[in-house]
């Protein structure tokens, strides 16, 4: 069989057997499941072909830099290819389906949770039912479960109020007045258990999380406080502690929670607290002399910081990715060297607000694409914005400039179908005699200096289009550095890639930067330092197989970039 014969029928083998892969979801029902079986039945079929197609993609392969296995699952390499090491609560060969029988209705009055011992899961009863399933109840106010002095007042069918003494609150009067966060919440171990729009927190090992990246069996993640209980936390950098909820449609959300910030003059002193019959560890909290929790470090808002310390490195650990094409929200701090460039008022072609991504890469300075200010390219009609995540809110965290000047690179051209030596800076306008200053949200990202590896798994991050829209939340992704002869194939961009453009995707599709990542940086790591080794320029579509992103090669305009800082 010839060569072109085998393609033929390794592309009538991936069209025969194709099925779009559903995505995962908080609430299947039991018929839903069998669907997805039968899904992910081919979808094995479907990544023999997809793994062909990968090793087109790249001159050096490792098969684990993408993370093939799903549900927190661990990918090792092996001799002829990978294997998934599953948690307890999953099999498959990509930890792709559920070990544990919790359903919604399981426990008739309490939630499912999940246990790492046989039968793997527990009814937690929500007071006064008690029992296997939760449907036995007890005397409601006898005895008084009430805390702090709270007075039990029984209702009706079961159902009971707590009067809590003043300066108390919450369902059992749990929450006291020195209950309170400091700085963003990081050491919080209070008791508050609701959102700040009254939605109740689910339990950290709820069944419902068992697919999310923050719940109580993630490796380490008692040092944060969570465990076998609902209170509110903040283990990723947000703003103030926050939890997982359902709203009134059943579906799984999170929101910040109602907690209160410490004053001044409130000593912190709120008790770690210990769940009973915990299967996972205690939490280790740092207490000074008196068994007081010791402050952060960091202060907040901002340091005073205008030199920055350093570049490429970031307070904020990096979270599980999503997407940017139909990706998942990040966290304040996970890419503090991101801008978003925003026009001031609507001109013609383009309404105010954001336009581009950019990258800050000193105090004063951004770097971004050409095309994205070619036709824009009066400062004074934009403004940067840095440390933002979310686009529509006014966050604390933030810092803005208006822009001084836009230098566009010399030979920047635009043809047809591709864009060439797109790259430009933005000089930023100074603040009392500063520009950016460096904090936990704020830090300059090092420009590449050497080439990075064929295969490299590199970081995406902007506001870019989602199968739905425009997102108002800032998203990331990881792609793979595609070779320059890869890229220029003829089935992919062929004679329009040139030297001064870089490649990285991902073979089968569905990860891309688009529209409105435009500028923003690709990152890449090397020795745990963050480079920019490109800038979003151009690609056809969204997405798309054999259509990767295509880049400003950083790396290759170094000497350009230091000439213009240092000439200016």
Known sequence: MSTWETLLLIGMFYLLFYTPVLQPHPHRTPVFEKLHEKIEKH???????????????????????????????????????????????????????????????????????????????QCRCDYPYHGPRCNTAADVCSPNPCKNGGICAVRDNNRFRCICPLHYKGTF???????????????????????????????????????????????????????????CRNPDGEVKPWCYFQDGSGKLSWGLCNVTVCTDNIIYSVPVVRSVNRTTDKPIIATDVKGNITKR?????????????????????????????????????????????????????????????????????????????????????WRVFLGKTDLIKNETYQQSFDVRRIIIHEFYREEPRSLHYDIALMELKKINKTCAKESKFVKKACIANREFAVGKACTIAGWGRMETGFPSQLLDAT??????????????????????????????????????????????????????AGVVSWGELCGVKDKPGVYTHVFKFAQWIESKIKGN
């Not at 684990?64 to 099999?91: I, M």
């Open 43 to 121: 979808r094995k079929e479907q990544e023999f072909s997809l793994a062909l197609n990968y090793y087109e993609y790249s001159d050096v392969l490792d098969p684990c830099s993408l993370n093939p296995c799903r549900n927190h699952g661990k990918c090792v390499s092996t001799a002829p290819g990978y294997q998934c090491q599953c948690n307890e609560f999953f099999t498959g060969d990509h930890c792709e389906k559920p070990i544990t029988t919790c359903t919604e209705d399981l426990c008739n009055h309490g939630i499912c949770v999940l246990k790492k011992i046989p039968p793997k899961f």
């Open 297 to 381: 470090n960091t202060t907040f808002p901002p340091q005073s910081n205008t030199t920055f310390s350093t570049c490429g490195l970031k307070d904020i650990p990096t979270s599980i990715r999503g997407r940017i094409f139909g990706g998942k929200r990040t966290q304040p701090g996970q890419h503090p060297w991101l801008a978003s460039l925003q026009l001031k008022v609507s001109v013609p072609l383009h309404n105010a607000g954001h336009i581009c991504g950019g990258t800050l890469i000193a105090p004063c300075w951004i770097l971004t694409a050409a095309h994205c200010v070619k036709t824009l390219s009066e400062p004074q009609i």
């Open 479 to 532: 792609v793979q550095l595609i070779s320059h002869s890869a890229c220029s194939d003829p089935k992919r961009y062929g004679k329009l890639i040139d030297e001064s453009m870089l490649c990285a995707g991902v073979p089968e599709g569905g990860v891309d930067a688009c529209q409105g990542d435009s500028g923003g940086p690709l990152i890449c790591e090397r020795s745990a330092v963050s480079q920019v």
């Open 173 to 231: 009067c749990e929450v006291g007045p020195n209950d309170c966060y400091r700085n963003d919440g990081l050491q919080y171990r209070g008791h508050v258990s609701y959102t700040e729009r009254g939605f109740s927190c689910l339990p950290w090992d709820s069944f419902l999380l068992a697919k999310e990246n923050m719940n109580s069996f993630v490796s380490g993640i008692y040092m944060y406080g969570i465990g076998e209980h609902n209170y």
